[in-house]
């Protein structure tokens, strides 16, 4: 048994003890040098740290530790390389709307020449400004509490996002007095009185209100009460692509994903038919929208909580700045109000609406032609699959586009990224989702391109006893990069797009993990039910046609086959 021996009360110690205050159980990192003083009184006040094994990945993991878990991810680097390391997912989780707290050493050497230190030692936080909603150093042990609990409350506040916290290196193991404790307090835009009323008025006298949910209303905490809007309304729900699974598939009132052509035909055509469109909480984003497909053609209410996504992509008759959850209490208690008209024959046209998605998913399922097609798999996923226990971590791809418009039912989780949409967040995405919940069922969906960006986090799983079961899309490509250059060129070329071909369950094997290869139709549910037995990290690999078109972009683009 590790022995820590004796430590004095010093600014390390004090900062963890007040991140346990705030109540943060987990800490995500890449071990240095510079972070020991720390990462040591982490362990001492029994938070856990899990050591990724890039920068990178220990920040994926901590926006969707934060998802999962509706709280702040707080990840820890070191100065230069670490630090710089964790821009990317905080990019994400500044466009996307995470509460992450990034937690840096910095070098502070008067030389300059300390081991990862910038000539200028205010560089690595200006690199940061840009891409978080601030950024703090903590240049005095007295300052700790006030500006954690200052960076806790911004994160928190508003759109949630990143915030960014410095500490010279040397002052981490200096003596330093009691911590201090700062409350940390959450501050959200409300609807105006006015601008409720006035979108009640419209909702109340639409014929055909349908709602556009995103993940605002996850974020909120407010999804019973837009059911109860929507029920008040009669209006079919459409989801954005980030926001699958807050009205399950199979509620009555459920109308799809609203992705534009490539989302659900039922969501598409409501929405084309709606007179009045209530979006709440959803930023229309170029790849959530089905690039720009959605045809909205009667009166939209936006609400969103940030300024800048209001009319930013269609033009709102009502734009209300506000909390998804405060406005849909004042929406309710206005409409409430009012006498609202029953609505005749939604109920039956969202049926035909999902009877026409049915027939038109009929005719893409008939292909089985040579190797694996994506669809296939996300069936067979299914099929094997328990409902209500799942958790699902997409990446970005081809691969990812097929689950737009794949069924999630209640108690299950979808996890993704469409505004920023960076690849590498499935399997970094996925151990944290095991850590997070460990007696439910995570899957990774995640293409071979995706998997060699961070793949090697599944050591991290092995580590740790997170037991995700990782599905590689595997066509030794960058397969919807060849779509896009087919749709806008009218060629493909291979140099560019084309992956080598590897054996991934081999490598899963090597890390320690276990691994299944699936080529054949006639294996691939088998291949899902033996993994799903095996009771740590599996890597199913399975062999894809590269010349597959998901079918939500054989919808948009008319494109069925990727030919050379």
Known sequence: MMKWGCYMADLATNIAKILRSVGVDTVFTVSAESLFPILRALVREGIRVVNAKFEPSACFMAVVYSRILSKPGVVMVTSGPGALGVALPTGLALVEGDPVVIIATVSMNERGTAVHQFHNSDAQMLSFKPITKASFRISRDSDAGRILAEAFSIALSGKPGPVYIEIPDHLLGEEAGEATYYPVTISRPEASESNVAAAADLLAEAEYPVIIAGRGVYLAGARDLLLRVAELLSAPITTTVMAKGLVPHGHVLYAGVAAGK??????????????????????????????????????????????????????????????????????????????????????????????????????????????????????????????????????????????????????????????????????????????????????????????????????????????????????????????????????????????????????????????????????????LENALAIDKAVVIDVIIDPFSVPIPLQRLYGLNLLAP
Do not use: C
Request: glycine share 8%.
């Open 262 to 527: 490539a989302g659900n035909i039922a969501a598409y055509e409501a929405i084309r038919r709606a007179d009045v469109v209530l979006a709440i909480g959803n930023r229309f984003s170029e790849i959530g929208s089905g690039r720009y497909s959605i045809e909205i053609r009667g009166k939209l209410i936006h609400v969103n909580i940030d300024p800048h996504d209001l009319g930013m992509a269609y033009k709102p008759h009502i734009a209300i700045l506000s909390d998804a959850k405060d406005f849909l209490e004042k929406l309710l208690g206005e409409l409430l109000k009012r006498r609202i008209r029953p609505k005749k024959g939604i109920a039956e046209d969202l049926k035909r609406l999902w009877q026409a998605e049915s027939e038109d998913l009929s005719k893409y399922y008939t292909d089985t032609r040579g190797s694996l097609k994506p669809w296939e798999v996300i069936r067979a996923v299914r099929r094997v699959l328990k409902k209500n226990n799942t958790i699902f971590v997409a990446d970005v791809g081809a691969h990812r586009i097929e689950t737009y418009i794949m069924p999630i039912y209640e108690g299950e989780r979808y996890i993704t990224s469409t505004s920023y949409a960076s690849m590498g967040l499935a399997v970094p995405g996925s151990v944290a989702s095991s850590l997070a919940y460990p007696d439910k069922t995570v899957i990774a969906i995640v293409g071979d391109g995706g998997f060699l960006m961070t793949g090697l986090e599944v050591a991290t799983a092995v580590q740790y006893n997170a037991k995700p079961k990782i599905l590689v899309f595997n066509d030794s490509s960058y397969r919807v990069l060849g779509i896009y250059e087919k749709v806008k060129y009218k060629s493909v070329t291979e140099a560019l797009v084309k992956l080598p071909d590897i054996d991934y369950s081999l490598l899963a094997n090597a890390l320690g993990a276990e691994g299944i290869r699936v080529s054949k139709r006639e294996e691939l549910e088998s291949s």
